[in-house]
């Protein structure tokens, strides 16, 4: 089977107070098997984003996702006393990096923003809102959304903010050329 290989140039950025987000970017082969393409913190800004650029080859005729993994929302975790805690972890010795106010508004966040995917020099513009979000709800949070009668959705399209932790994926085509020209409109 014929190959092709792409280039890929990510611009990523992130809203943050304390630490930023941490992500890992993956690309699967048509076997499903998915090959670490980047993973590192996030810390550029929205004037000046990270960017990541890779190369990835694929055979024609298949199907690929583009995976970018966010994590470093709920940051680490401590041990009050590790001599006596026997490993038990409490919500509150958790550091969250998300902070709200008594009425429960966030003031302050952490979040990854996609600012703009290339594939092989092409901007894909607004087919970047075709990708899915899942987001991993954090805990106890999730539970009390849920019990208030709150619906989480399982995941998300047109989304380029990431603030919960989980992953976003893109899935195209090879060739990617007459992948884009099916999927443009």
């Known amino acids: ?34 090959g670490r393409m980047f993973k590192k913190d996030i810390t ?29 929302k709920q940051g680490k975790s401590k041990l009050a ?5 026997n490993g038990v972890l409490w919500p509150e010795q958790i550091e969250y990096q998300t902070v709200t106010d008594e009425d429960g508004n966030i003031i302050k966040d952490q979040v990854l923003h996609l600012k703009s995917i290339e594939i092989d ?10 990708g899915v979000y899942t987001p991993k709800y954090p ?9 208030s009668g709150v619906e989480l959705p399982e995941s998300f399209k047109n989304v380029t903010e990431l603030g919960h932790e989980g992953q976003w994926k893109f899935t195209f085509g090879s060739p990617f050329y007459m992948w884009l020209l099916e999927n443009l409109y």
């Open 1 to 34: 089977m014929a190959t092709e290989k792409l280039k890929f140039k990510l611009e990523l950025y992130a809203t943050m107070w304390d630490r930023p987000p941490h992500v890992e970017i993956l690309i699967n082969d048509h076997n499903g098997i998915y």
């Open 44 to 72: 550029g800004t929205e004037d000046k984003p990270d960017i990541v650029e890779f190369e990835y080859e694929m055979t024609e005729g298949q199907e690929y996702n583009l995976l970018i993994k966010r994590s470093g």
């Open 81 to 85: 006393n590790p001599d006596t805690d």
């Open 121 to 130: 020099e092409i901007t894909i513009g607004s087919l970047v809102y075709e």
């Open 139 to 147: 805990e106890p949070w999730a539970t009390l959304q849920r019990e």
